[in-house]
């Protein structure tokens, strides 16, 4: 069998994105009450989503949204990890949750050499989409390249 480096790196990818939604719902929750929902977006879904942000951007004037919308176009995938805030635990505890969720999901990446960032612009043109059933959204895109996509990003002050 032979294979091409882009087709390796595409399901590879795919395998990463996969083992971090493993480490979101694995990831230890205050009260042992499991409130996290997950998703990944790829192909023509991570395009609208990365529209989304751009159009996010455009209307509430933060450059910064189309330059996260850059990245997420560029991005083999993007991770979806989400809370509902009903139920027994309050918001906080929820949002810790969410947080410990996303260092579990993050650390599969890092751990695989796979290059990863946190972002909220993606978390809210998922929620405007309605891509999860959860109360608030953050979002990873994942990328496999020769060098990180997420690291010579202009600061948000120089756009």
């Given at each position: 069998?032979?294979?091409?480096?882009?087709?390796?790196?595409?399901?590879?990818?795919?395998?990463?994105?996969?083992?971090?939604?493993?480490?979101a719902?694995?990831?230890p929750?205050?009260?042992?009450?499991?409130?996290i929902?997950?998703?990944?977006?790829?192909?023509?879904?991570?395009?609208?989503?990365?529209?989304?942000?751009?159009?996010?951007?455009?209307?509430?004037?933060?450059?910064?949204?189309?330059?996260?919308?850059g990245?997420?176009?560029?991005?083999?995938?993007?991770?979806?990890?989400?809370?509902?805030?009903?139920?027994?635990?309050s918001?906080?505890?929820?949002?810790?949750?969410?947080?410990?969720?996303?260092?579990?999901?993050?650390?599969?990446?890092?751990?695989?050499?796979?290059?990863?960032?946190?972002?909220?612009s993606?978390?809210?043109?998922?929620?405007?989409?309605?891509?999860?059933?959860?109360?608030?959204?953050?979002?990873?895109?994942?990328?496999?390249?020769?060098?990180?996509?997420?690291?010579?990003?202009?600061?948000?002050?120089?756009?």
């Open positions: 069998m032979l294979m091409k480096s882009e087709d390796a790196e595409r399901d590879a990818a795919l395998d990463v994105a996969k083992l971090m939604l493993v480490a719902r694995t990831a929750k205050t009260m042992g009450l499991d409130t929902v997950t998703m990944i977006v790829g192909g023509e879904d991570r395009d609208r989503l990365a529209d989304e942000m751009e159009r996010v951007g455009k209307e509430k004037n933060l450059p910064h949204r189309t330059r996260d919308a990245n997420v176009k560029n991005a083999q995938l993007v991770a979806l990890i989400g809370v509902g805030y009903q139920g027994e635990l918001k906080e505890l929820k949002l810790v949750d969410l947080g410990i969720a996303l260092g579990s999901a993050c650390k599969i990446a890092s751990a695989l050499n796979v290059d990863n960032r946190i972002m909220r993606i978390g809210e043109a998922a929620e405007n989409m309605k891509l999860l059933q959860a109360d608030y959204v953050l979002g990873i895109p994942i990328s496999i390249k020769g060098k990180s996509i997420f690291f010579d990003r202009p600061p948000i002050g120089t756009l």
